[in-house]
């Protein structure tokens, strides 16, 4: 297994270069310059000479993101290593903005002629959107802006993979401080808490400093594209031509209606079974019967192992192609000082290979993240066939049915890592509650995000009432007296709110889709995977509710939709 090491040249390529050069070094502008113009030269009179030269800006750009993401790996997996900080940076600063400026201008030029039009629909009319949109929200000034805002993400995630706390005995990072909030003895868990959120705040002024460049940048681009704000900006950078900010408002009045409610009878059970006049903050995640945590593995090399088990048993194909990344060692799943938090699958865009990040500490929420970025990987590897890169790369509201579906999908054969019919069950109870609890915070997260980049100018101090009106909307009946100012400043650690803003509703609207598969996968299985494979097979070639429709999926995520979901969610807890 990989031990944050990526060495690209051991790699198969399964994939030969057309039109590149074999050592083409694809992090030096200097190089692809000339392959950039030779694109810009190419006669685009007929339907032929349009197609073909976009398998060759294809091959090029898979070159260059591979190049980005392998930079991009090494640095997440030490944060340490000033080399490959510099590497990551350099790459940012010298090549990402020239490829951007290259980029439009071909986009120009393709959409610009009329070949262009004679593509058959069916097969680019994503490509054909995708691009028209690209052309008419390019500013040639939000370039810089953009690679400034990248380099601010890099700063955050440095300064959170930098937190440790000393605690029984040893120095131990936040990831790793975690599963203490999983233990029975609530004195352990409160003192745990406290140090994750005391050193949390140690920070917080400079985090709050990266934010407001953030939130400076992010509305010039806005301005600079015509926009009145980066809510609306964003919204068409993303790509939402399926809904807008109106579909995203009716999700959150779904879950303050549908889901907030089965979230409080949640918590108002726990603190009954805990014997407590009140929840505290420190006492979500325990198991409210007093048992101990669920340590379903010792080792990552074991939940490696074990998931690659799971897959054999729910699929033969996917058994596979998991089989296949753990012999690439694919794999960086284990904990450890100087490491960038959370978790992601990274693809190599040349090789169309994925390769999956975690950081593994030994507790049963570590099973379902690399169950969650497995099936991310799945998609990855299911689509590699696809000729064009633009469509290998699906909609995130997709890709989250992919990973969020296979958790659920895998979840017959818990018995891999829980023997006992009692653990298994406990640990599928905790992974719905789990859900019920995204839901909630995904519309909180959502929810913030549409009131600061509408509310422009506003203090700091405005902020923090307006997070905590929106945490109180779509939160539980925890007590937070005492740790106001923590509170405060919650949304700290939600990275995407600093990498990646906007990027959040997909986890709401795809989770919804992972439930639908779920009921489908208990009425017939062999079905459902199937419609699984097949959708995830499509990449990003189809509009997003043809790729729902693909996998016998409705798309849809209003009140509806999650009323039936805290339905489902409801029963399956069998809540009386």
Not at 2 to 10: A, Q
Not at 151 to 165: D, E, N, P, S
Not at 358 to 372: E, F, I, Y
Not at 535 to 559: C, H, I
């Amino acid at each position: 297994m990989l031990k944050g090491i990526l060495e690209p040249k051991e790699l198969p390529r399964d994939y030969p270069r057309r039109f590149l050069p074999e050592d083409l070094p694809a992090g030096e502008w200097e190089a692809l310059s000339p392959l950039f113009a030779d694109l810009e030269r190419r006669p685009l009179g007929s339907r032929t000479e349009v197609e073909q030269a976009l398998l060759d800006l294809s091959e090029l750009l898979s070159a260059i993101e591979e190049e980005g993401a392998i930079r991009y790996i090494r640095m997440t997996c030490d944060t340490t290593n000033p080399e490959h900080e510099k590497a990551y940076l350099a790459f940012l600063e010298n090549v990402v903005p020239r490829v951007e400026e290259a980029l439009h201008r071909l986009r120009v030029r393709f959409t610009g002629v009329p070949a262009w039009k004679d593509l058959p629909l069916e097969r680019y009319e994503v490509l054909r959107r995708k691009w028209e949109n690209a052309v008419r929200i390019f500013r040639e000034e939000n370039i810089p802006l953009k690679v400034a805002e990248e380099k601010l993400g890099q700063r955050y995630q440095k300064i959170f993979g930098a937190m440790t706390v000393e605690f029984e005995g040893r120095t131990q990072t936040l990831q790793q401080m975690a599963k203490y909030l999983e233990e029975p003895d609530r004195r352990v868990r409160e003192r745990a808490w406290e140090l994750i959120a005391e050193r949390r705040l140690r920070d917080k002024d400079e985090i709050e400093d990266i934010f407001e460049e953030l939130l400076d940048l992010r509305e010039k681009r806005a301005k600079n594209a015509g926009f009145e704000n980066f809510r609306d900006y964003a919204f068409c950078e993303r790509e939402r031509f399926d809904y807008g900010p109106k579909e995203c408002e009716e999700f959150h009045k779904g879950v303050e209606e549908a889901v907030v409610p089965l979230l409080r009878l949640l918590h108002k059970k726990r603190a009954k079974r805990m014997g407590l006049k009140r929840l505290r903050p420190w006492d979500l995640l325990v198991d409210p019967e007093g048992r101990p945590p669920l340590r379903p593995f010792e080792d990552p090399e074991d939940l490696v192992h074990g998931v690659q088990e799971i897959f054999w048993r729910l699929d033969r194909r996917l058994g596979e192609l998991f089989s296949k990344m753990a012999e690439l060692r694919l794999l960086d799943v284990a904990n450890r000082p100087g490491k960038a938090p959370g978790g992601y699958q990274s693809t190599l865009t040349e090789r169309r290979l994925p390769f999956i990040f975690m950081n593994a500490v030994g507790r049963d929420q570590d099973l379902w993240t690399l169950l969650h970025e497995a099936g991310h990987a799945f998609h990855t590897l299911l689509s590699r066939d696809e000729p064009l890169h633009m469509y290998r790369d699906p909609p995130l509201e997709f890709a989250e049915v992919a990973s969020m579906g296979m958790e659920l999908l895998a979840s017959p054969f818990l018995d891999v890592f829980h023997p006992k019919e009692e653990e298994r069950r406990r640990s599928l109870e905790e992974h719905l509650y789990a859900i019920v609890r995204l839901l909630c915070w995904v519309a909180t997260i959502d929810a913030f995000q549409h009131w600061i980049y509408t509310h422009p100018g506003h203090s700091r101090a405005e902020r923090r009432r307006a997070w905590v009106a929106v945490f109180r909307r779509f939160g539980g009946l925890e007590d937070w007296s005492g740790y106001e100012e923590v509170l405060e400043h919650e949304w700290h650690r939600q990275l995407h709110l600093f990498l990646a803003p906007f990027y959040y509703i997909e986890y709401g609207i795809a989770q919804l889709g992972a439930l639908g598969l779920w009921q489908k996968s208990q009425e017939d299985r062999e079905k459902a995977i199937a419609d699984y494979i097949r959708a995830l097979s499509l990449g990003g070639s189809r509009p997003l509710p043809e790729l729902f429709s693909a996998a016998g999926l409705p798309f849809d995520f209003g009140p509806s939709a999650l009323a039936r979901a805290a339905k489902t969610l409801h029963q399956a807890l069998s809540l009386a």
